[in-house]
């Protein structure tokens, strides 16, 4: 089973634009990405850039209104992902919990829905679904 | 069981299923005795399952795992060695054991990957029957208990737990050398390893009776097995070529069957309930094996033909005269009457049926393929391509005769059945 490990670096919703993470620090979770891969586990991985350079799409009264970073009110921002592919949701947890995180950041682990979790009537409505992932 | 109770033996097992195998290719290193070293690592498990629900899980478990293994060992062979003068060449090891730095977090990481390499090379060796080395590979390498490795082979728990007794067994008994091979030898092994691979893949994904899930999940192991392969042996692109062929064919899970369980044949299927993740997974595994070597084998060879079809947007996009062309290269470099039979197939449909059937009609004495409903099946497929439609409905009635499965069967006279009458048989084509 599919599950996202998804990295919340506190403090990353206002970093400068330009933020990045320090050599050690890249070395550090270079070397737990490489125990995944070795794992058979690690299906896929990136970093995101800080809020500040995104932008937001809101849709209050129907409309899309756009937002450019950072956003004040916002308190929880993800820095990244890994995708990987485990037996159970223990071992999902088991490797969050291994991973070189500093202080201030937390890992949420969500599984993928695969289309067989969808009853019939969603899976219909979601054909092409995955033709789209391609 | 209380509820916190039921969450330390969830994580305890996952700690296992990471940790299992390298505690095992560490191990039997010092051990040289895959036997001795599996046995020492369940005592380590057992003694984790006992303590850590009391004290909670350390902070590095593998670390915690391997230090209780290592003195385990150490018990085990100051005992061997006083009563047994044949163990006296286990004492260097058993001195490099004691020798070794104290500070095990270190020490984790050194040589692991050798030691996982040579585990691997080790629980597949060719001197072991097929069965025995995917059950003992399960075993080491997943870390798959007996019952778990009995459901997914449909065979009783016994017959497993025989299987692993007589793997080892045999390699200690043929003093099997815990190494990686090198050269020509390099090759020949890993063609073992990659074979049980894909044997367990292949034991997940071909639908026969039995419970679904715990099959599916057998083509989730050979795709971790793979997978990490390729991490411990990132130039070797029949490596790639294997894990690119089984996403590629993994891909295809969800559309291979209809409601009933009827299979659904590739040129049929529903190209949009593919899994085009691993699609894409397995194109891109594909390609970086195909800049690995100029010559490819047979994995990265039928990993190709695979991606012919995933490339098509619809069945009749596929590119017939490639695949006939893979097909001709794969019957060089693995020989065989079924890759006759696919190259029939992909002939028929790349240069027309008269090319196809001409291949086919060259392995009608194939004692290899007596009592096979393949070889029928195809032939049946391009004589009513040519139109000789009587030929063609013998030819299918003798491949349903020829199967053991009954939905294949019902199948092939469907198809017989679908044929026009007999007085509209001509030798015109349609």
Redesign the interface.
């Known amino acids: 089973m599919r599950f996202m490990m998804l990295m919340i670096p506190g403090g990353y919703e206002s970093a400068a634009p330009d933020a990045m993470p320090s050599a050690e620090a890249v070395q550090a979770m270079m070397k737990y990405n490489e125990e995944l891969k070795k794992a058979g586990v690690l299906l896929a991985l990136d970093g995101l850039h800080p809020p500040s350079s995104g932008a937001r799409v809101s849709f209050k009264g129907g409309k899309p209104a756009v937002t450019d970073g950072p956003f004040p009110e916002v308190k929880e921002v993800l820095g990244g992902y890994w995708m990987i592919d485990v037996r159970s949701r223990a071992e999902a947890i088991e490797w969050a919990r291994r991973c070189p995180a500093s202080e201030n950041e937390v890992i949420e682990i969500r599984q993928v829905h695969e289309m067989s979790d969808f009853p019939e009537d969603v899976q219909k409505a979601a054909e092409g679904f995955n033709e789209l992932k391609g | 069981m209380t509820a916190t109770g039921t969450?330390e033996a969830?994580?305890i097992?996952?700690?296992w299923?990471?940790e299992q195998p390298k505690l095992a290719a560490r191990l039997t290193r010092y051990l040289r005795d895959v036997g001795l070293a599996e046995e020492i690592v369940q005592d380590a498990f057992l003694e984790a399952l006992e303590r850590w629900p009391r004290d909670g899980i350390p902070r590095n478990p593998a670390a915690w795992l391997t230090q209780v293994a290592k003195n385990r060992a150490l018990d085990r062979l100051r005992r061997t060695t006083l009563i047994d003068g044949k163990h006296r060449e286990l004492a260097i090891d058993l001195a490099e054991l004691e020798r070794e730095t104290p500070d095990i977090e270190a020490a984790l990481d050194e040589d692991i990957?050798d030691d996982?390499l040579r585990l691997i090379f080790t629980a597949c060796h060719p001197v072991l029957p097929a069965e025995q080395r995917t059950a003992l590979t399960l075993r080491l390498l997943g870390g798959l208990a007996t019952p778990e490795i009995a459901r997914a082979f449909l065979v009783p728990e016994a017959t497993v737990a025989q299987r692993i007794v007589r793997a080892k067994r045999a390699l200690r008994d043929a003093a099997i050398p815990f190494e990686t091979p090198r050269g020509a030898e390099r090759r020949e092994r890993l063609a073992a390893v990659l074979e049980v691979v894909y044997l367990i893949f292949n034991e997940g994904y071909v639908p026969t009776a039995g419970p679904d899930w715990l099959r599916a999940?057998l083509c989730?192991e050979a795709?971790?097995?793979?997978?990490?392969?390729t991490?411990?042996m990132p130039e070797e692109p029949e490596v790639l070529g294997l894990v690119a062929l089984m996403e590629l064919n993994a891909s295809r899970f969800?559309a291979r069957t209809d409601k009933a369980g009827d299979p659904i044949l590739l040129l049929d299927q529903d190209?949009?309930?593919?899994?085009?993740?691993l699609?894409?997974?397995g194109l891109d595994g594909l390609n970086r094996a195909m800049a690995l070597t100029p010559a490819p084998g047979p994995y990265l060879l039928q990993a190709m033909i695979a991606a012919c079809h995933a490339r098509a947007v619809t069945a009749a996009d596929t590119d017939w005269i490639a695949i006939a062309a893979y097909y001709q290269a794969l019957a060089l470099a693995a020989p065989s009457p079924i890759v006759e039979i696919n190259r029939a197939v992909a002939v028929g449909m790349a240069f027309g049926p008269a090319q196809g059937l001409a291949i086919a009609d060259a392995l009608k004495d194939e004692p290899r393929l007596k009592g096979s409903h393949l070889l029928p099946t195809v032939r049946g497929d391009l004589l009513e391509k040519l139109g000789q439609i009587a030929a063609a409905r013998a030819e299918f009635h003798r491949a349903a005769e020829m199967t053991g499965n009954a939905r294949e069967r019902a199948l092939l006279l469907a198809r017989a059945d679908s044929l026009p009458g007999k007085t509209r048989d001509s030798r015109s084509a349609p």
């Open positions: 969450i969830a994580a097992e996952a700690v299923r990471i990957d996982l999940d989730g795709l971790r097995l793979s997978r990490s392969l991490a411990l969800a190209r949009s309930r593919w899994n085009w993740s699609v894409r997974r």
